[in-house]
């Protein structure tokens, strides 16, 4: 990169002063591209029961799989974007499949379609996920602006559920009043703003070395390295998919369990929701509390008078997976055969939100901060693998949903909830004595 261009991408006049110009032509189609994905994501489990006439266990199925293919098409996106495009080009290019598949959703309505359309979105959101934050980091530090990552990351963070939340709120009511056919076309004009806006600032994006030539062989102590590294993460990611199992069911039985045994009128506001749009809460409850946590974690830091550990953080993500279970679990056993009020979907909503922000963020820096250099793309990618095992169970079990009680449906996955939380307090445990044998190890002591 040019020494004329790098003093243009110093950022200044930008809101956030010395960044990188590039990062906004980032941030823009990022959020544009997550509110394509989340508003497409909203709609299908209801699509599918209203439009295509599947039962409700098998539509939440069909989503969970569809989802967990979106955290395995990473591999194949990072695996391309390294050996033969690039990232720039990798976004750029699939792209097209991406558009392509929300148009064939929201227009044709034969099954054969239906399916071709969630893989062409699986495949164009997975390939695009790992390329999109990388390529930023890539930025930041062929300029030299390495310190100011955590706060493109926050930021990066923030873009993705400021589109989530405008469109998981935004596109139901279009649904509501237009239909589906145009709620469905909305995602496509997204994506393609997205790719618009990545296009136009591709002359702030560093230059890439691609091609089987740039990989270098691993020595010995390397590969060695990161068999460590791998020994020490597997165990979090394992309980990191659990954690999604349970999560991802808010996008299809929770949905379900609001059509059919909740009262939609948030009293005492005067005003209603529709079941699809029980999702936006999710994004915006991240958005108000990733501050609010934030603060606090410092606040808890200073009392202790040392940081808290990530898998301390983690734990208490899973106790708040305990509390939102048991709440749905509380709420289906009140309902019975008739309706409870949506307060007690929206106080889980929050439980589970907030245990996201402790288990999945912290999970993701944890697994950056212990990665080699050879392997944070990798691990990266082995992270976003963990949806793709929990929402894959998640299938399976949703075969379960409307055959059993909902109060025994939730209260099982309370359990199993309750059951990760004991495994993650084993593994913290572990990850902390084998640190200080290390330690001693290398101090002689």
Not at 71 to 78: A, E, F, K, S
Not at 80 to 99: E, M, N, Q, S
Not at 261 to 272: A, E, I, Q, R, T
Not at 394 to 399: H, Y
Request: glycine share 8%; hydrophobic share 55%; charged share 15%.
């Amino acid at each position: 990169m040019s020494e004329a261009t790098a003093a243009a991408d110093s950022g200044r006049g930008w809101l956030l002063s010395g960044h990188p110009a590039g990062f906004w032509y980032v941030f823009w189609a990022e959020l544009a591209e997550r509110a394509s994905f989340y508003g497409m994501r909203v709609l299908l489990a209801l699509y599918l029961v209203n439009v295509f006439q599947f039962r409700e266990d098998d539509s939440g199925s069909i989503v969970q799989l569809f989802t967990a293919a979106c955290y395995l098409t990473p591999l194949l996106g990072g695996f391309i974007a390294d050996h033969f495009l690039g990232r720039y080009r990798t976004i750029v290019w699939f792209c097209i499949p991406y558009i392509a598949g929300h148009l064939i959703l929201g227009y044709f309505r034969q099954e054969s379609f239906l399916f071709l359309a969630l893989g062409l979105l699986a495949l164009g959101s997975g390939t695009i996920k790992p390329n999109t934050s990388t390529l930023m980091g890539l930025m930041y530090e062929r300029l030299g602006k390495g310190h100011l990552l955590d706060d493109a990351f926050a930021y990066y963070y923030a873009a993705i559920n400021i589109g989530s939340t405008m469109a998981s709120l935004g596109l139901p009511l279009v649904q509501v009043y237009y239909g589906y056919e145009v709620a469905l076309m909305i995602p496509a004009l997204l994506i393609a703003v997205s790719m618009l806006v990545f296009m136009t600032g591709r002359r702030h994006f560093p230059p890439e070395t691609i091609g089987w030539r740039s990989v270098e062989k691993k020595s010995a102590l390397q590969k060695k390295e990161e068999r460590a590294v791998l020994s020490r993460l597997i165990g979090i990611f394992a309980l990191v998919a659990v954690y999604w199992f349970l999560a991802d069911q808010a996008t299809s039985t929770w949905v379900f369990m609001a059509q059919d045994s909740m009262n939609l009128d948030l009293w005492p506001f005067g005003v209603s929701i529709t079941a699809a749009q029980t999702q936006g809460l999710n994004p915006l409850i991240i958005i108000c509390m990733t501050p609010v946590l934030a603060w606090g974690w410092r606040r808890l830091d200073a009392a202790r008078g040392r940081p808290l550990m990530p898998t301390d953080k983690m734990v208490i993500g899973f106790v708040l997976t305990v509390i939102a279970l048991a709440v749905m679990a509380t709420a289906g056993l009140l309902a019975g055969d008739g309706k409870v009020s949506i307060w007690w979907l929206v106080a889980a909503t929050v439980c589970i939100t907030i245990a996201e922000l402790c288990i999945s963020v912290v999970g993701l820096q944890l697994s950056f901060m212990v990665a080699p250099m050879s392997m944070k793309s990798q691990i990266t990618a082995l992270f976003l693998l963990t949806s793709f095992f929990g929402d894959s169970f998640g299938a399976l079990f949703d075969q379960l949903f409307g055959r059993i009680s909902d109060a025994l449906y939730f209260g099982v996955q309370a359990a199993m909830a309750a059951a990760a939380t004991w495994a993650m307090i084993r593994v913290a445990k572990g990850l902390l004595n084998r640190e200080r044998r290390e330690i001693r190890a290398e101090t002689g002591a």
